[in-house]
């Protein structure tokens, strides 16, 4: 992929997911035991053979940039430009169209013809080669990715879905409403030619007519030559607590998981110095991920325990995902619950939510009886 640019933009909106992005992006939510959402993507940009990618990073940096820094953990830095990293200014916070055509030299100045998109909310694993040559062979101006979704819960009301005909071709991109069974969402993942970009960020700038980018590619549907590549594969979307949530213990499923950590090259991720996890004697662990580093003495069954986090004798922790340096106090229970980091819940507390909500617990929060 080396005429083509890898493009994240990140930090969208952070409504959805409660106390867990006050301090960090929500592509910077943890994934996995050890890993961040944002490594999917990068992930699939270094497997993929690109050495150009650029990530809006949106607001609160500090996690990004200390997790990311020069993309060496994903090999970028060796890399013709590897990872470009534009944090956002006053003017074009939020604002999608502001921030490319503020940034619009770095495209004039690239030697790349194409741009591949990447929502990194969005969980995917795939080889893109069969993807490009069909971009390529058809000179498509953009090539947008769908995946056929089950829609009977309502989970992606007001999510963008794209309606086909019967060969596969795009009619029109409209907002999901939960009417049907089934619905193509659009993942905001696809490949644009350069050109075409630059100028429809030209044309929205100047006419101030949209802020996001997808808005000015459904006012130009009657100009462009677009495409739609249908997924086969696995395709998580997060897009709340709820979602995210679902998508770690989904993890316990060994399929998801191989898919997710093994298909198309390894998941990769920063490194850490930890020693492995220590189980106690009074340890009892069923079908969980647990990072190295964890200290566990009580039971633990169908959870997420990232790195560093200290379990007591006699404390039950159940369908839950307990971020890093969390410590739970002998004979708690935390069930259908998220931890921030640096949580302590102390001896005989009781943590229990929904599963459709689950209860959530801030950065270095103390949950004790009062």
């Known amino acids: 992929m080396q005429n083509c640019i890898g493009i994240i933009y990140g930090g969208k909106s952070r409504q959805d997911f409660g106390y867990l992005t006050d301090s960090r ?186 802020n996001e980018l997808i808005d000015v590619i459904i006012s130009n549907l009657d100009k462009l030559k677009i495409g739609v590549y249908m997924i086969d594969g696995y395709v998580e979307v997060i897009r709340n607590l709820t979602q995210f949530y679902d998508a770690n213990l989904k993890l316990l499923n060994a399929d998801i998981y191989n898919n997710v950590f093994f298909k198309n090259g390894l998941l990769l991720t920063k490194s850490k110095d930890e020693p492995s996890a220590l189980y106690g004697d009074s340890a009892c662990v069923k079908n969980s991920l647990i990072a190295n580093g964890v200290k566990i003495d009580g039971k633990v069954e169908n959870s997420i325990i990232f790195r560093g986090v200290e379990i007591q004798e006699g404390s039950v922790i159940k369908n839950s995902v307990i971020f890093e340096r969390t410590v739970i106090e002998k004979n708690a229970v935390v069930v259908n619950t998220i931890t921030d980091k640096g949580v302590l819940i102390k001896e005989n507390v009781t943590a229990v939510g929904n599963p459709n909500y689950p209860y959530e617990l801030k950065k270095n929060a103390i949950l004790e009886d009062k």
Do not use: W
């Open 25 to 210: 992006p929500e592509y910077m939510l943890p994934y996995g035991a050890r890993y961040r959402i944002i490594d999917i993507a990068l992930s699939n940009f270094a497997n993929n053979e690109f050495s150009n990618v650029v990530l809006y990073g949106g607001k609160i940096m500090r996690s990004t940039l200390d997790h990311l820094g020069n993309g060496e953990s994903y090999e970028l830095n060796r890399r013709r430009n590897g990872l470009v990293i534009f944090p956002p200014t006053f003017e074009n916070a939020g604002k999608e169209i502001v921030a490319y055509n503020e940034t619009k030299d770095f495209y004039l100045k690239s030697k790349e013809d194409e741009l591949y998109f990447y929502d990194p909310m969005v969980i995917f694993r795939e080889d893109f080669s069969t993807s490009h040559d069909r971009f390529i062979k058809e000179d498509l101006d953009i090539l947008l990715f769908c995946k056929k979704m089950d829609n009977a819960t309502g989970l992606f009301i007001g999510e963008t879905r794209l309606n086909l005909d019967d060969e596969g071709n795009l009619i029109s991109i409209g907002t999901n409403q939960g009417v049907d069974d089934e619905f193509n969402l659009m993942t905001n993942i696809g490949y644009m030619k350069k050109e075409v970009f630059l100028n429809l960020i030209h044309d929205a700038a100047k006419n101030s007519n949209s």
